[in-house]
């Protein structure tokens, strides 16, 4: 099939690439001449485990543009994924959505074609987008469109880091849409990953007994509403966790214990039970807005969303709170931190619990170095302002330290002479955002050790 993708963010790439591994001809849009640049000399203007790889392994089937006009015409779907970042009263903002939809309104020629909303937008955009389709495509042609067009939402479940595996081995694909024609057309394009017939690519091997792929082929608000609901579900899960391990703390318990004896009950499920820190990145917390927001619109409260938010900002605090506790002054200490992406594996600082951290302590007088395997430069740039000192091995940030802080759970952390550590720091105080760590090696070690759980 042909199919275009606006956006190259990592939703967008993402699912042009595994689209052209899968064999459909593929062509990216993207505003940005810079990251367009760099997708045509086969960059990557994001970091994506195995990513690059893919992209090449796909290259014959991909092509990168600024242009809407030959993107739109040749295609039989269209994907949205551009960016929907929230605005400063944490709705979504939807401009680059409406760019989109009236760039696509302005070229569209009349075949069928499923315009198929792949970003995470509010409840009720496919609408929203099928009209603003029409109107541009009635300004530009000065004649109503014959109808031939249809807006589908197609929602991802895809994890930063792992965002390649997530999408070819998905869970589930959820369709939606009010046109059957529509459903049919979506159906063909995921068909390889329903089936799982494509050969896995040698850096991505399929799980072992992955079968078929379930599909849901449902009407557009279900699968709006699907995306929203899964998110508030894994966001209030560790939020959940965080509470519980609070109470852990005080009565003595274990929570990588408690969180173990209750995942595994299989109605439960021991995944994002991880207690610590909390969420971070660019989808749980505006996604958790958005939801309340919209709630808000038909006069329904979501107290059980809120309280996840809310526990999840006291998490940030609790790790301030926890080092004035442990040093009793935190003005003139200085503090090292261990991580500045909001997860592994990923080089996104959005709503990075680091950047964050390193605000509140530096706001109490702190000095605060700062490490990350991948995401430092990004920081630098992004960040210009925030007064604190970039290292360049987790090594430099412990020298002088009072305490470290591991804020993301890299698995370069976990390797570490943590004795080395130790004797580089002022004195050996670890608080470990995400109980990751060896706690009884690591006090075999003579560190003062402290979770936030
Ligand atoms: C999340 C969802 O997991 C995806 O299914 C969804 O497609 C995506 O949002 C989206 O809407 O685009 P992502 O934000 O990439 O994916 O990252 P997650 O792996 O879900 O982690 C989110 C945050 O939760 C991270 O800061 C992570 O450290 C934290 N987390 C995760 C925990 O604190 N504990 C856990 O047990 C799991």
Same mark, same amino acid.
């Given at each position: 099939?042909?199919?275009?993708?606006?956006?190259?963010?990592?939703?967008?790439?993402?699912?042009?690439?595994?689209?052209?591994?899968?064999?459909?001809?593929?062509?990216?849009?993207?505003?940005?001449?810079?990251?367009?640049?760099?997708?045509?000399?086969?960059?990557?203007?994001?970091?994506?485990?195995?990513?690059?790889? #893919?992209?090449?392994?796909?290259?014959?089937?991909?092509?990168?543009?600024?242009?809407?006009k030959?993107?739109?015409?040749?295609?039989?779907?269209?994907?949205?994924?551009?960016?929907?970042?929230?605005?400063?009263?944490?709705?979504?903002?939807?401009?680059?959505?409406?760019?989109?939809?009236?760039?696509?309104?302005?070229?569209?020629?009349?075949?069928?074609?499923?315009?198929?909303?792949?970003?995470?937008?509010?409840?009720?955009?496919?609408?929203?987008?099928?009209?603003?389709?029409?109107?541009?495509?009635?300004k530009?042609?000065?004649?109503?469109?014959?109808?031939?067009?249809?807006?589908a939402?197609?929602?991802? @479940?895809?994890?930063?880091?792992?965002? #390649?595996?997530?999408?070819?081995?998905?869970?589930?694909?959820?369709?939606?849409?009010?046109?059957?024609?529509a459903?049919?057309?979506?159906?063909?394009l995921y068909?390889?990953?329903?089936?799982?017939?494509?050969?896995?690519?040698?850096?991505?091997?399929?799980?072992?007994?992955?079968g078929?792929?379930?599909?849901?082929?449902?009407?557009?608000?279900?699968?709006?509403?699907?995306?929203?609901?899964?998110?508030?579900?894994?966001?209030?899960?560790?939020?959940?966790?965080?509470?519980?391990?609070?109470?852990?703390?005080?009565?003595g318990?274990?929570?990588?214990?408690v969180?173990?004896?209750?995942?595994?009950?299989?109605?439960?499920g021991?995944?994002?039970?991880?207690?610590?820190?909390g969420?971070g990145?660019?989808? @749980?917390?505006?996604?958790?807005?958005?939801?309340?927001?919209t709630?808000?619109?038909?006069?329904?409260?979501?107290?059980?969303?809120?309280?996840?938010?809310?526990?999840?900002?006291?998490?940030?605090?609790?790790v301030?709170?926890?080092l004035?506790?442990?040093?009793?002054?935190l003005?003139?200490?200085?503090?090292?931190l261990?991580?500045l992406a909001?997860?592994?594996?990923?080089?996104?600082?959005r709503?990075?619990?680091?950047?964050?951290?390193?605000?509140?302590?530096?706001?109490?007088?702190?000095?605060?170095?700062?490490h990350?395997?991948?995401?430092?430069?990004?920081?630098?740039?992004?960040?210009?302002?925030?007064?604190?000192?970039?290292?360049d091995s987790?090594?430099?940030?412990?020298?002088?330290?009072?305490?470290?802080? #591991?804020?993301?759970?890299?698995?370069?952390?976990?390797?570490?002479?943590?004795?080395?550590?130790?004797?580089?720091?002022?004195?050996?105080?670890?608080?470990d955002?995400?109980?990751? #760590?060896?706690?009884?090696?690591?006090?075999?070690?003579?560190?003062?050790?402290?979770?936030?759980?």
């Amino acid at each position: 099939m042909k199919v275009s993708i606006v956006g190259t963010g990592y939703v967008g790439l993402t699912t042009g690439v595994c689209l052209g591994y899968l064999g459909h001809k593929v062509t990216c849009v993207d505003s940005d001449p810079k990251k367009i640049g760099m997708l045509q000399s086969g960059k990557t203007p994001i970091y994506e485990p195995f990513l690059t790889e #893919l992209m090449a392994a796909a290259q014959h089937n991909l092509q990168f543009c600024t242009e809407y006009k030959g993107a739109v015409q040749e295609a039989d779907v269209i994907f949205i994924a551009v960016g929907t970042p929230p605005s400063p009263d944490g709705s979504p903002d939807l401009k680059y959505l409406r760019a989109a939809a009236e760039g696509i309104g302005q070229y569209y020629e009349g075949d069928f074609l499923v315009v198929v909303n792949k970003s995470t937008v509010p409840i009720g955009s496919g609408n929203w987008v099928g009209s603003l389709v029409r109107e541009s495509y009635e300004k530009h042609h000065g004649r109503k469109p014959n109808g031939h067009f249809s807006v589908a939402s197609n929602p991802e @479940f895809l994890r930063e880091g792992s965002a #390649l595996h997530d999408s070819l081995y998905a869970d589930r694909v959820v369709i939606g849409s009010d046109n059957g024609r529509a459903l049919e057309v979506l159906y063909s394009l995921y068909r390889p990953v329903l089936d799982q017939t494509f050969a896995p690519p040698p850096y991505l091997p399929r799980p072992e007994g992955l079968g078929a792929v379930p599909l849901i082929a449902t009407d557009l608000a279900s699968a709006e509403l699907i995306k929203y609901a899964a998110n508030a579900f894994l966001a209030t899960k560790i939020s959940y966790i965080n509470e519980i391990g609070q109470l852990a703390e005080k009565v003595g318990a274990d929570i990588t214990q408690v969180a173990k004896g209750i995942g595994l009950d299989a109605r439960i499920g021991t995944r994002f039970l991880q207690a610590g820190i909390g969420w971070g990145g660019s989808c @749980f917390g505006k996604d958790t807005a958005a939801l309340v927001a919209t709630a808000r619109e038909y006069n329904i409260g979501m107290p059980i969303v809120e309280a996840a938010r809310e526990v999840n900002k006291r998490q940030r605090d609790r790790v301030v709170e926890k080092l004035l506790a442990e040093l009793k002054i935190l003005k003139g200490r200085t503090v090292g931190l261990l991580g500045l992406a909001f997860k592994p594996n990923t080089d996104d600082l959005r709503e990075a619990p680091a950047v964050d951290i390193a605000r509140k302590l530096v706001e109490r007088g702190c000095k605060v170095k700062v490490h990350d395997p991948v995401a430092l430069n990004k920081f630098e740039a992004e960040y210009p302002d925030l007064a604190v000192v970039s290292c360049d091995s987790p090594e430099d940030t412990a020298d002088d330290t009072d305490a470290l802080v #591991l804020v993301t759970e890299w698995s370069d952390y976990r390797e570490l002479d943590w004795e080395v550590m130790a004797s580089r720091m002022r004195s050996p105080l670890l608080l470990d955002g995400r109980n990751a #760590l060896d706690r009884a090696a690591l006090e075999r070690i003579g560190f003062r050790y402290l979770s936030v759980a």
